[in-house]
C-alpha cells in the first residue's frame, strides 16, 4: 500500500513540470478547456463503470437534500477553483517556475487554512507551532528571491 502512495505521490509533485512543458505550447485557457473535458471524460468513464443502480439513487437522494446555501458554497468553490487554476496558468507559462509556484500554492492554502480555523472554529495553536508556521513564511521568502 505504501509503494502506492509514494508512486501516487512522486506523480502528482511531478504535475507542475507537466503543465509546464504543456503550455510551452498551449495559452493557459486552451489548456484549461483541454484539462476540464479530459476530467470530464474519466468521472463519466468512473461513474459508469464503479457506481451501482443503489449507490446512485442514494447519490440522487443526497443532491435533494441539499439547501440554496449548499450550492452557493459549491458555485463559490467551484469558482475559485477556474480562477486559481487560470492565474496559476498564467504564472506558469509566463512568471515564475513550476516549484516557485507550486511552494505558493501550498503555503497559501496553508495560511488561509490557519486562519479560517482560528477565526471561523476557533482552533487554538502553540506558540511553538506559530514560530514554526513564521518560519516556513521566512523560507519560502528566501527560496524567492533572485
Known amino acids: 500500500m505504501y509503494n ?3 508512486g501516487t505521490t512522486f506523480l502528482k509533485s511531478m504535475n507542475p513540470y507537466f503543465r509546464k512543458h504543456v503550455l510551452n505550447t498551449l495559452n493557459p485557457r486552451e489548456y484549461f478547456y483541454l484539462s476540464t473535458f479530459f476530467v470530464f471524460i474519466l468521472m463519466i468513464i468512473v461513474f459508469l463503470f464503479f457506481e451501482t443502480k443503489q449507490s446512485t439513487k442514494e ?3 443526497n443532491y435533494q437534500k441539499l439547501k440554496h446555501s449548499h450550492f452557493a458554497c459549491i ?3 467551484s469558482f ?3 480562477v486559481s ?3 496559476l496558468y ?3 507559462k509566463n512568471h515564475n517556475t513550476p516549484l516557485i ?6 503555503t497559501g492554502s496553508i495560511i488561509v487554512l490557519i486562519v479560517v480555523g482560528v477565526f471561523m472554529f476557533g482552533e487554538k495553536y502553540t506558540w511553538k507551532q506559530m514560530f514554526g508556521i513564521i518560519l516556513t513564511c521566512i523560507g519560502i521568502y528566501l527560496v524567492m528571491q533572485k
Open 4 to 6: 502506492y502512495l509514494l
Open 59 to 61: 447519490m440522487i437522494s
Open 75 to 77: 458555485f463559490i468553490i
Open 80 to 82: 475559485l477553483l477556474v
Open 85 to 87: 487554476s487560470l492565474l
Open 90 to 92: 498564467e504564472l506558469d
Open 101 to 106: 509556484n507550486n511552494i505558493l500554492l501550498k
